[in-house]
């Protein structure tokens, strides 16, 4: 069984048809890439999967259970969490207090509960795992700096373990690689085939070609909200249909 399943997904925003009739599977264990040229309808699509949108019409189904339209507090209980394609911390907390807020993202405590030092008991596991992801990332020596203090490509990687705290089974990541040197860009591949290893799927959009082709066991090709092709990265590199798509909104956009 597919952990997620799109199926004739369509999302309107007056008269724009921003996703049109999209329909792809995820299979558990993968790293899918979700790419296409700027206005292909990848995020509309992440941001309706993850319920920022509810569908127009169509459904999400996530490992068995149609989300069509839950809420996203409601999804991240279920275990599909995502991040963002700018980076979402809170500046002036500490990395640890950054971590910790992954732990609320799948919780039924609110993070006022949290800052106001109830619900001892599970604050402290909360830290544990806090702490454990951190040592995971690389960050547990930087654990009481201010996130604003990290550089970019650690800003991001400090994005992906709040995310990972949550627990999540299925992992979404809205351009990960944005603004990355190529050392930063190596890093963080590195980073997303060991949260791969840990047996937690994993949807990407990204720009960065070269990551993507580098990363993904398949990827899921858009073009003006539909479905171009699928394929392994070999056969995607070379499609004509794909080649097209990006040297036409190329064109379009010189």
């Keep these: 069984m597919p952990i997620l399943d799109v199926q004739r997904l369509t999302r309107r925003f007056g008269g724009l048809t921003a996703v049109d009739e999209l329909s792809f599977s995820v299979e558990p ?36 259970k149609d989300i069509s339209g839950l809420r996203t507090s409601a999804i991240a209980e ?36 949290t800052l106001l030092g109830r619900n001892l008991a599970r ?25 604003s203090n990290l550089p970019h490509g650690l800003q991001r990687a400090l994005g992906m373990a709040v995310a990972l705290v949550a627990g999540p089974k299925l992992l979404l990541l809205d351009e990960p690689f944005t603004g990355m040197n190529p050392e930063e860009t190596r890093h963080m591949m590195d980073l997303v085939r060991r949260v ?16 993507v082709m580098g990363l993904c066991d398949r990827i899921t090709v858009l073009n003006f909200g539909q479905l171009l092709t699928e394929g392994a990265p070999d056969e995607i590199r070379l499609h004509p249909d794909v080649i097209e798509a990006y040297l036409g909104a190329a064109a379009g956009a010189a």
Aim: without cysteine; glycine residues 10%; charged residues 25%.
């Design 29 to 64: 264990g993968e790293v899918r890439g979700l790419i296409g040229p700027n206005g292909a309808g990848k995020t509309t699509t992440f941001n309706v999967i993850s319920g920022f949108y509810a569908p127009t019409s169509g459904q999400v189904v996530y490992d068995g």
């Design 78 to 113: 279920l275990g599909l969490v995502r991040t963002f394609q700018s980076t979402t911390l809170f500046q002036e907390f500490s990395v640890l207090d950054n971590a910790m807020v992954g732990a609320h993202l799948a919780a039924r405590d609110s993070l006022f509960n």
């Design 123 to 147: 604050e402290a596991e909360a830290e544990k795992r806090a702490r454990e992801t951190l040592e995971f990332f690389g960050l547990s020596d930087r654990a009481d700096e201010l996130a």
């Design 196 to 211: 791969r290893d840990r047996g937690i799927t994993i949807l990407l959009v990204e720009h960065d070609m070269q990551a």
